[in-house]
């Protein structure tokens, strides 16, 4: 099979399955930082995570949240979202942050589980996350782009020609062409807000349970965190299946 071809047929199979690229992360991840907690527990170490490096992972993840919500929420029905199996774009956005970069969604992935990753303190797992992601994606965004291609045609190629691929450009900023719709963004996002502050709170307790053998949350905030994303994602998936509440798309 050709390359070009193989790299389509690559793309458009992670993009079906790309909802499993999390558990290539996390289950690595947590056992990754279990290692190396047991390790600074057998030395005698007490390292309980610092709380500003915590901090600091956690804007890192926000950071990708908020990428990902300016994308949604300014974005064109059937253009932004979570569809699992086939590839849809009934419209090219071009303002926004798609604007300063073709692949907004995808940028803000990786911020988000960079601030997972970078929890595990371990250099190369962090490293290993950056290649493995970059792999995984660059073949989805090949597949993608094909397909808008053959859909848009020189209007793709010219948005193309002048918008990066994924490390964005600030300095093309163009103000969006629709209103932004904060209902879309809570119906899309609220997967991605829960995770975070689960996680956080996962890998917490357990760094604490290693280092003290017992688990008091003594950074509670992750406890409280946790707790109100948790709620406020069963409100919204309540509101999204039985009410008309989050339904209003971007520009309505």
Request: hydrophobic content about 50%.
């Amino acid at each position: 099979m050709e390359l070009i071809k193989e790299l389509d047929k690559q793309g458009n199979f992670l993009f079906r399955h790309r909802g499993t690229l999390p558990l290539l992360i996390i289950l690595p991840g947590l056992i990754v930082f279990i290692l190396v907690n047991l390790e600074k527990a057998h030395a005698h170490i007490n390292d309980f995570p610092e709380q500003g490096y915590q901090y600091l992972c956690l804007c890192t993840a926000l950071l990708g949240l908020l990428i990902r919500a300016l994308a949604v929420g300014y974005a064109q029905k059937n253009t932004s979202g979570r569809n699992t199996q086939n590839q849809v774009a009934d419209h090219l956005n071009t303002s926004g942050m798609y604007s300063i970069v073709r692949h907004p969604l995808y940028v803000g992935n990786f911020f988000m589980w960079l601030g997972i990753a970078l929890l595990t303190q371990h250099t190369w797992f962090i490293v290993a996350f950056v290649l493995i992601y970059w792999f995984y994606y660059e073949r989805i965004m090949y597949a993608e782009e094909q397909y808008i291609k053959s859909k848009f045609g020189e209007a793709f190629s010219d948005w193309a020609a002048r918008t990066p691929a994924v490390v964005p450009n600030i300095f093309q900023w163009h103000n969006p062409d629709l209103n932004f719709s904060f209902r879309k963004v809570l119906r899309q996002e609220k997967n991605g807000l829960a995770a975070i502050f689960i996680l956080f709170f996962l890998f917490d307790t357990i760094a604490e349970y290693i280092a003290f053998e017992d688990v008091q949350f003594r950074h509670g905030e992750w406890l409280i965190l946790c707790t109100a994303s948790s709620v406020l994602y069963i409100i919204l998936k309540f509101l999204k299946n039985y009410t008309d509440l989050l339904n209003a798309e971007g520009g309505r």
